[in-house]
């Protein structure tokens, strides 16, 4: 009898960590889902402009498309800042696509529209301990 109770007993633990367990014990977001929300977290420091948390999202291995790294264009959103360039523009993301090839990942198109025009770009990025880091972009031909 007791073996009996014992063997059901280990049967419903068994089952309840089979079904409890795989969702308490899960590897956590998808690379996708990284991806998607340091870009939401991008817009979003962009739209504030919030230099520093705008920052965040680059990755100290950032080279833009005329070869220069991190701090230029931490300088370059600084004066837009300053100037009010951004202070109209509408960012979208909404129909922005994922690619993924290992440690590389390629998010776009990025749609910026404002009074002066619009122009899309697709952004780089390279997964670094574990994160989605932006280290580069190219503007899209419309």
Request: aromatic share 10%; glycine share 8%.
């Amino acid at each position: 009898m007791k073996r009996s109770v014992i063997l059901n007993l280990s049967s419903v633990v068994l089952a309840a960590f089979l079904v409890c367990g795989c969702q308490t014990l899960g590897v956590g977001p998808s690379d996708e889902e990284l991806i998607s929300t340091t870009m939401a977290e991008w817009k979003t420091a962009l739209v504030a402009q919030d230099i520093d948390k705008l920052m965040a999202a680059y990755s100290e291995n950032y080279v833009s498309t005329r070869g220069t790294g991190k701090d230029s264009i931490r300088e370059f959103m600084a004066r837009a800042f300053e100037q009010s360039f951004l202070d109209s523009v509408e960012v979208k993301i909404e129909d922005a696509q994922i690619t993924i090839e290992g440690d590389k990942a390629t998010y776009g198109p990025v749609e910026f529209v404002s009074d002066r025009g619009t122009f899309t770009l697709e952004y780089k990025l390279q997964k670094e301990d574990g994160a989605w880091f932006i280290v580069g972009s190219k503007r899209l031909v419309q």
